[in-house]
């Protein structure tokens, strides 16, 4: 296979990006590291989809995602791609992330604590579980294992957007993967074994709906007999995600601390950060901070023909030389083709 290379062709139609689009992952198949034929067959699949009558979520760096988590095998990401489209459609997965009202979270998480925190050391979210107060009879008298799922789908539509782009200006290269810790403090076999139908759930979601975004997934507190059931659930991923997976016991601090600065991590964790209401409710993180958010497309009336805005005041974006910062209250333009992936192609931050 030929050498991958920094130029990247973009579709005018489908790539309207205003954050970096070269991947600091330097393996073949990233955006900014393609082979000519990598290339063909992002245009292949493209052309395929949009013959089967798809429209939307055809820009490249997600056709790209979807190459990746079948290997470049064209007809298999079509399966794929298709399949998330009907799964999409069917859970009604556009309406939730803009109407669904999780109103019960403050109690769900005094029992099952779900939540992005702060970004690691390479910029990424961080999305944290802590599965030791897990209760599920207690849980099904506040909420239903559908409202369960429907708030992980919304979540992992954040992820896509406001929070990977965010992240991606902030740190100057793109982002597209999360780092996940799984506390399991004061999980038995007995506690693990109850929440096996939520899990093999969520893990078909993710791996089926949302590839190619777990970046590290470290497991800690894992206690004893852990072994037998990770291997339980290692059935449900795919190897490629399981190399990405840490499992470490209770002396988990200082390998976790040397992937998540210290005042980035939670107090319950062996950090420093102890955000006033509890890091589980904050969801702090460059989503959140003005300088590097925008407007998410689906939080606009019609996606496909707005252009992404800081505020409902705001005016067309206001072109941006590379490198640097943005006025306050202004849009960057998008992001074009980009040939030199040795430059930053965001303001890196101060």
Request: aromatic share 10%; with cysteine; glycine share 8%.
């Amino acid at each position: 296979m030929a050498a991958p290379t920094n130029k990247m062709e973009l579709d005018p139609k489908y790539d309207n990006y205003d954050f970096p689009i070269i991947s600091p992952n330097t393996q073949s198949g990233h955006p900014g590291h393609i082979t000519a034929q990598q290339e063909a067959q992002v245009f292949q699949l493209r052309t395929q989809l949009e013959q089967a009558g798809c429209k939307d979520r055809l820009d490249t760096l997600t056709m790209l995602r979807f190459l990746r988590a079948r290997k470049f095998d064209v007809a298999a990401s079509m399966k794929m791609f298709l399949d998330c489209e009907k799964w999409r459609k069917d859970f009604g997965v556009d309406d939730l992330v803009r109407n669904f009202d999780y109103k019960e979270k403050p109690q769900v998480f005094q029992y099952y604590p779900q939540y992005y925190h702060k970004t690691d050391k390479d910029g990424r979210p961080v999305y944290i579980e802590h599965l030791g107060k897990v209760d599920l009879p207690a849980m099904y008298r506040i909420t239903t294992a559908d409202r369960m799922l429907q708030n992980l789908v919304v979540e992992y539509e954040k992820v896509a957007d406001p929070r990977l782009p965010a992240c991606s200006r902030k740190s100057g290269h793109l982002l597209e993967t999360c780092c996940t810790i799984m506390d399991l403090k004061g999980v038995g076999i007995s506690k693990a074994s109850s929440v096996y139908g939520y899990v093999q759930q969520a893990s078909g979601i993710s791996q089926n709906y949302y590839p190619e975004r777990l970046g590290k997934l470290y497991i800690v507190n894992a206690p004893w007999g852990f072994a037998g059931v990770f291997s339980f659930i290692k059935g449900f991923l795919d190897p490629i995600t399981v190399a990405k997976i840490h499992v470490l016991g209770s002396g988990y601090q200082k390998e976790l601390l040397q992937q998540i600065p210290a005042e980035n991590l939670p107090q319950s964790l062996g950090g420093k950060c102890d955000c006033p209401g509890g890091c589980q409710l904050a969801d702090l993180g460059p989503w959140t901070e003005k300088e590097w958010t925008r407007t998410p497309k689906w939080a606009q009336q019609d996606p496909s023909t707005q252009t992404i805005k800081n505020d409902p005041g705001a005016t067309e974006p206001t072109p941006v030389a590379s490198g640097t910062a943005p006025a306050a209250g202004k849009t960057p333009a998008p992001y074009q083709d980009v040939t030199d992936g040795d430059k930053a192609q965001a303001p890196m931050p101060s």
